[in-house]
């Protein structure tokens, strides 16, 4: 069966030719996708999501829902482009839906299946394959390259790193990027939530909280790391044993470490971090999940 | 005995047909389609009768040893909060079903929290 991310990229690029579209992703949702689909059904709106969502997407209504309290626009783009996609894959791409159901899963396989494709589908509408090429070389990613990039006002990291883990060389199980950040509560040994989406040109290291993702994963893990704005930290990424176990959900048999490095860095005063790992040697190929 | 989402998938996969080719032979819609093999909707019996013509099997075939019952399963803490009052029963699939973006619900609180957020939008 051919590889469901590039059944997913051929319906997204057929959908794409159906619209003139802009390079403004954000006046392309408003003024010619939603317009569109809102003739079959889909309603928008922007409320304040006290939960602490991002967005939501209610199937059964065929409604998205924005959170109002996020005004940074490229998280906001980000979730507004992955509800979309919620929408578009169970009433507009086909091949992408049936595709799916080749999949023996039960019902919260099927939702994280459906929340990676989400995410990898809001990529391919926000970032322009050509960028692929510049920020890769031979497979691997060119940190600075990516990095400059993030840098650029309004345009969304997450996407970008989505849309490069897709392209990845197996020597590189993952990109990931999270910014949700994180302070050790005094004498104790949780971390507060510290802010989600509020600049703080003060915050110097953070410990953040990231999910590991590449195209053979479907899982995301989620680790904390202190990372410093401007600095690099190699560190060890180990797989938690409870999930690391034998079957065939997962690349590895038991608990392993992997060698990673988390990037921290400053983009319009909020504190942005990635990490890349490098395939250990003693993983072979064919322990990769392919899914 | 298995749910009768199960069986349509189990026969659907040993007649070698995709759901796309299931739909196009039935008549039902991909979309609908997802949703019953899913678990997400109870089809009714001329829907399971249009299934059974695309399956080229006989209905009788179709439901032998299957049960049809409510779809998906409510998470507790939402079915605690639809039993103590806080949450109209009939919201229980609409909450259920959402796809989140974030911070998933996890306490009787958050699915309160949602209703409520929810409601505004769709009122």
Redesign the interface.
């Known amino acids: 069966m051919e590889d469901i991310f590039v059944i997913l990229a051929k319906d997204i690029q057929s959908y794409k030719n159906c619209f003139r579209l802009t390079d403004d992703p954000l006046i392309n949702f408003q003024k010619l996708i939603l317009p569109e689909e809102a003739k079959n059904g889909l309603k928008y ?1 922007e ?15 065929k ?1 998205i ?1 924005i ?1 109002d309290l996020v005004k940074y626009l490229p998280r906001k783009l980000f ?1 507004i482009y ?2 979309l996609s ?1 929408y578009l894959i ?2 507009v791409f ?2 992408t ?6 999949y ?1 899963v039960n ?1 919260k396989d ?2 994280l299946i ?2 990676n494709l ?1 995410n990898f589908s809001a990529a391919e509408f926000l970032i322009d394959n050509s960028i692929v090429s510049i920020c890769l070389e031979n497979g691997l990613p060119k940190i600075d390259v990516i990095k400059s990039y993030i840098k650029n006002p309004n345009f969304s990291a997450p996407a970008l790193i989505y849309k490069l883990i897709n392209n990845i060389s197996n020597d590189c199980v993952g990109i990931i990027v999270r910014n949700s950040f994180y302070r050790p509560i005094s004498n104790q040994k949780e971390l507060a939530l510290i802010s989600l989406d509020v600049p703080d040109q003060n915050l110097k290291s953070s410990y953040v909280e990231y999910s590991f993702n590449s195209r053979n994963f479907k899982y995301p893990v989620k680790r904390f790391n202190l990372v410093e704005v401007d600095g690099c930290i190699n560190s060890n990424f180990e797989t938690q044993a409870d999930i690391a176990q034998g079957d065939d959900k997962f690349p590895f048999s038991n608990s392993r470490t992997m060698p990673c490095y988390v990037y921290g860095f400053y983009k319009e005063n909020r504190f942005f971090s990635f990490l890349v790992a490098k395939r250990a040697n003693y993983i072979s190929e064919d322990q990769l999940l392919l899914i | 005995m298995m749910q009768i989402n199960d069986r349509i998938r189990v026969l659907r996969k040993e007649k070698g047909l995709t759901l796309k080719q299931l739909a196009s032979a039935s008549g039902l819609s991909l979309p609908f389609l997802s949703e019953v093999e899913r678990g997400e909707s109870n089809p009714s019996l001329e829907s399971l009768e249009s299934i059974a013509r695309g399956l080229s099997i006989n209905i009788e075939e179709l439901l032998i040893d299957t049960e049809i019952k409510t779809s998906g399963t409510i998470p507790p803490t939402l079915e605690s909060a639809i039993s103590s009052g806080k949450i109209p029963p009939d919201w229980a699939q609409t909450l259920k079903n959402i796809q989140h973006r974030g911070h998933q619900p996890q306490t009787e609180d958050d699915w309160i929290t949602l209703y409520y957020s929810v409601r505004k939008v769709l009122e």
């Open positions: 709106s409320v304040a999501l006290e939960s602490g969502a991002d967005g939501e997407y209610l199937n059964d209504k409604q829902i959170n979730t992955h509800e919620h169970y009433n086909d091949e839906l049936s595709a799916i159901h080749e023996d019902a099927h939702q459906i929340e989400c």
